[in-house]
Structures are given as structure tokens and as C-alpha cells.
């Protein structure tokens, strides 16, 4: 095989790699616990659910939000929300500070969206359920991966039924370089290590 033919082959190779390195999967659950179990399956929906991330920094306070949330909750028993799975997909591409020239930064160089374009929560337990003012309150624990790494979380939610829909609220603080993220630097402006995430899903019964 010539030079030139390699160079082409290889050049080939590295873009299909980059390519699939770039697309996301949707975020799934795991086969049932219990496949004998009735179970009853949520949807995130898009568009009224919301993540955001509000930053400090010396006179210069912002926030990041998106509504490209999607996921999946399942749940045998309402009364046993301990035994409740899901998964949570953000696209982290769609972090939106209201600034195009921050948000082209963050993405590119801090987030590095083309490399990491999902940021993924995988449920693993509820603990603590307890139920007052009709509303469900709970910790739960799970893998949050970010930027490439994964870390085991803990945060207490706050959930409630509307009607077919349950209502998920809920804030964690995360600090960047637990992530690999280095710590963003705009001008003469230093954003702190932690920021603190909130979240409101809606999660609609699938059919």
C-alpha cells in the first residue's frame, strides 16, 4: 500500500473514530430487577423540565441552563420509592449563560462538548423516603458522570404526583475539579471551584 493511500486510510479511520466518539447514546435503564414485578415507567419530558448551574465569581455572579433533559424512571411500588430506578441525560452543548462569547468558552474549552457532549445521572438509591404535604422526600445516590468522570453523588429531592406526571426537584453543589474541569477564567474574573445545580423534572407516564 502506497504512502499516499495510508495517509488517506488512517485520516478515514480518525474521523469515523472522532465521529463516534461524538454521538450520544440515550440514556437507558437497566433490564427490571424483577422481571415478574409490575412496574410502571416515566418519560422526562423536554421542554417544561429544566437543569440549571448557578457560578460565583468576584462581582460577576451567572447562571447556566438548559431544557434538553431527557431520562426515564421506573418504579415498582409508589409507596417504595426505595426500589425506584432512573437515569437522567443532559446535553451539555445546550448550557446556555446568556452570553454567546462565555458560552462558546465553556463549551469549548471547559466542558469540551465535542468530546463529552452528555452529562449523565444513573440512579442507584433512595433512601430516607418519607412522605408529608403530599409531597415524597428522599436522598438519593448514583453515578453523576461528567467531562469523562464518573463520581458517586449524594442529594436529597423533593418529588410530588400530578396527575399521570411526577414532579422532581431538587440542588447538589459540584465542584469542577472533581471533573477535570479547570476552573474558568474570563478576563480578570476567577468563577469558583463549586457550583450549585438545581433541577425541576417533569416525568409523564409512558403509555
Not at 9 to 21: D, F, I, Q, W, Y
Not at 53 to 58: C, L, V, Y
Amino acid at each position: 500500500m502506497g504512502g499516499k493511500v495510508r495517509w488517506v486510510v488512517a485520516a478515514v479511520g480518525l474521523s469515523l473514530g472522532l465521529s463516534c466518539a461524538r454521538v450520544s447514546t440515550a440514556c437507558e435503564l437497566p433490564p427490571p430487577r424483577d422481571p415478574a414485578k409490575a412496574t410502571t415507567l416515566y418519560r422526562v419530558v423536554t421542554g417544561p423540565s429544566w437543569v440549571r448551574f448557578d457560578a460565583k465569581a468576584f462581582l460577576h455572579d451567572f447562571a447556566g441552563k438548559t431544557v434538553q433533559v431527557e431520562g426515564m424512571i421506573r418504579v415498582g411500588d409508589a409507596n417504595r420509592l426505595s426500589d425506584a430506578e432512573a437515569c437522567v441525560q443532559i446535553d451539555a452543548a445546550s448550557l446556555d449563560t446568556d452570553n454567546s462569547t462565555r458560552d462558546g468558552i465553556m463549551r469549548n474549552d471547559h466542558l469540551e462538548t465535542a468530546r463529552f457532549p452528555t452529562i449523565d445521572f444513573l440512579l442507584k438509591a433512595a433512601e430516607g423516603v418519607t412522605h408529608q404535604d403530599g409531597s415524597w422526600h428522599f436522598t438519593v445516590s448514583g453515578t453523576l458522570s461528567l467531562h469523562g468522570v464518573s463520581r458517586e453523588i449524594q442529594f436529597p429531592v423533593q418529588a410530588r404526583q400530578d396527575g399521570d406526571a411526577v414532579l422532581l426537584q431538587g440542588k447538589l453543589p459540584v465542584k469542577m475539579t472533581d471533573y477535570g474541569i479547570r476552573i474558568p477564567r474570563f478576563l480578570f474574573v476567577t468563577v469558583e471551584d463549586q457550583v450549585m445545580v438545581r433541577f425541576d423534572v417533569t416525568a409523564k407516564r409512558a403509555p
